[in-house]
């Protein structure tokens, strides 16, 4: 069952520009993690969030993570074009989940 | 050291036949994954390892799938009788604890059932 939405699906942005995605869950978590995907395979990972904290930052990346709405943001400022990739939320709970997905192309 | 591997990265297979799927977790973690990931979805867990007992097979759609770790380090996802619903990227991921801990993920093997 999808315990795990993200959105937008697809997001097209410029250069420059800042790209915000959310994450929406159902479940209660230990941690939120975000993953970034090329081309369909070798998830990497980006930045985790414990279910204790409500704000992390990692270079150009500014998670938030909302437990009382059960959701989680990702913010990458000042994107590149290879920031162009799937990004994945992932959460725990009583098992492990991944969001849907959202696909950001950043246009140079 | 090397992070997580799978072998074989390309797998084709025929209607009904088995296959084995490997993956090399980090040295030392004592946490292992897999998934199974379908063309535009996230990943679907399928199975974790705690040491050598799988901790949570929850996630393996049905009884043609079975994962084995028996050293605690190399684990296989084994597929009996596959079908062409099997077609998928199967992932695997490591970490030194589960629930807690990053999960570091390998390049995924590519099945496709013909």
């Known amino acids: 069952s999808q315990q795990g939405e993200e959105d937008p699906q697809a997001l097209s942005i410029q250069e420059g520009e800042n790209a915000t995605m959310n994450c929406s869950y159902k479940?209660?978590?230990?941690?939120l993690q975000w993953y970034r995907q090329n081309s369909g395979r070798g998830l990497v990972h980006l930045i985790l969030?414990?279910?204790?904290?409500r704000e992390k930052h990692s270079g150009r990346l500014r998670v938030t993570l909302d437990t009382s709405k059960k959701s989680s943001s990702l913010l990458i400022t000042a994107s590149r074009a290879a920031d162009t990739a799937s990004y994945f939320c992932?959460?725990?709970?009583?098992?492990?989940?991944f969001g849907t997905g959202t696909s950001l192309t950043v246009i140079p | 050291g090397a992070g997580v591997s799978q072998t074989p990265s390309n797998k084709v297979t025929e209607k009904g036949k088995y296959v084995e799927l490997r993956c090399d977790p980090i040295s030392g973690h004592t946490a292992l994954y897999w998934y199974r990931q379908s063309l535009g979805q996230g990943p679907e867990f399928l199975i974790y390892?705690?040491?050598?007992?799988?901790?949570?097979d929850s996630g393996l759609p049905n009884d043609r799938f079975f994962a084995v770790r028996p050293e605690g380090s190399v684990s296989t996802l084994k597929i009996q009788r596959t079908e062409r619903g099997d077609s998928a990227v199967y992932l695997c991921a490591s970490s030194p604890n589960p629930i807690t801990d990053t999960q570091y993920f390998g390049p995924g093997t590519r099945l496709t059932v013909l």
């Open positions: 992932a959460f725990t709970g009583n098992q492990f989940y």
């Open positions: 390892f705690q040491g050598t007992g799988a901790a949570d």
């Open positions: 479940t209660s978590i230990n941690n």
């Open positions: 969030i414990r279910s204790n904290e």
